[in-house]
């Protein structure tokens, strides 16, 4: 003869598994998904070989940032989008350069939208990078030369 389980014990094995499953459906995997230095450096690299700087300008032979936000998945590839489309701003905004230049210049910016580094901004970094393009393609280059001050000039 077979004994029925206590109503008590089905209880605490339904509700074990499923706040078992709960749990497993919370749970995204280790909490550290970080990369390493070497592997944005890879990925930065890999993405500076289908890019095309602004004349003058060439690919730094080290990072030419320094990575306070760690070292995720895409982190070299989206650093380098940003370098490129900065060679092109700075260009764009030299005044040592003729208006013609300049402008074929602000020509190459709109591209950024087809990059990794566009993708995966967040909504509103999108929307304001395309303000900021439309805007410097109107004449307004003021947030373009503040969102690439980092680099500096041509080298």
Same mark, same amino acid.
């Given at each position: 003869m077979h004994s029925v389980p206590p109503r008590s014990s089905l209880y605490c094995a339904a509700f074990a598994i499923l706040a078992l499953s709960s749990v497993g459906l919370l749970w995204h995997g280790p909490a550290d998904t970080a990369g390493s230095a070497s592997s944005?450096?890879?990925?930065?690299?890999?993405?500076?070989?289908?890019?095309?700087? !602004?004349?003058?300008? %060439?690919?730094?032979?080290?990072?030419?940032?320094?990575?306070?936000?760690?070292?995720?998945?895409?982190?070299?590839?989206?650093?380098?989008?940003e370098y490129w489309f900065c060679t092109w701003a700075r260009r764009a905004l030299s005044r040592s350069l003729g208006l013609?230049?300049?402008? +074929?210049?602000?020509? +190459?910016?709109?591209?950024?939208?087809?990059?990794?580094?566009? !993708? %995966?901004?967040?909504?509103?970094?999108?929307?304001?990078?395309? !303000?900021?393009?439309?805007?410097?393609?109107?004449?307004?280059?003021?947030?373009l030369n503040a969102n690439c001050s980092w680099l500096g000039s041509a080298r």
């Open positions: 944005v450096a890879a990925e930065y690299r890999k993405e500076a070989l289908d890019l095309k700087l !602004a004349p003058g300008w %060439h690919w730094p032979t080290t990072l030419p940032f320094t990575n306070n936000s760690g070292y995720g998945k895409g982190a070299g590839t989206a650093r380098a989008d013609g230049t300049r402008r +074929q210049a602000l020509e +190459q910016l709109p591209k950024l939208r087809g990059t990794y580094a566009y !993708a %995966h901004y967040i909504p509103d970094t999108r929307s304001s990078m395309d !303000a900021m393009i439309n805007n410097a393609l109107r004449g307004n280059t003021s947030e």
